[in-house]
């Protein structure tokens, strides 16, 4: 069975940072495209960043020089280093796995169902 555990996340004022952890299991890591996504309330959801199973990344515009997607397969994890944190990058974080053999621009802009697993999400806000 795919898991995908999501860690982190908070509340932290503008400028800060946060990591964004997602433990995954239930299959094999290291073949399968990731991803995380958002979703601002009243917003629909986002691709913040993706990379697929060669390694390609890609990021949302808005959080690019910011925001780093990383991959651990000796871990089994997922991570999302968010810097230099605003106010509109709030709201509900998801991790996300996929087994098929599109690329990460795909998985950025898919937005009608760009993965397959889908972790709980873990709230990010950002506020003074």
């Known amino acids: 069975v795919v898991k995908l555990v999501q860690s982190g996340g908070g509340s932290v004022q503008p400028g800060g940072s946060l990591r964004l952890s997602c433990a995954a299991s239930?299959?094999?890591?290291?073949?399968?495209?990731m991803g995380w996504f958002r979703q601002a309330p009243g917003k629909e959801r986002e691709a913040v960043a993706t990379?697929?199973?060669?390694?390609?990344?890609k990021y949302a515009d808005s959080v690019k020089g910011r925001f780093i997607i990383s991959k651990d397969n000796a871990e089994n994890t997922l991570y999302l280093q968010m810097n230099s944190l605003k106010p509109e990058d709030t709201g509900a974080y998801y991790c996300a796995a996929d087994s098929r053999y599109y690329g990460a621009y795909y998985y950025l802009t898919n937005l009608q169902n760009p993965m397959e697993y889908w972790g709980k999400g873990t709230l990010v806000t950002i506020s003074s």
């Open positions: 239930g299959f094999d890591f290291s073949t399968y495209s």
């Open positions: 990379i697929d199973r060669r390694n390609v990344i």
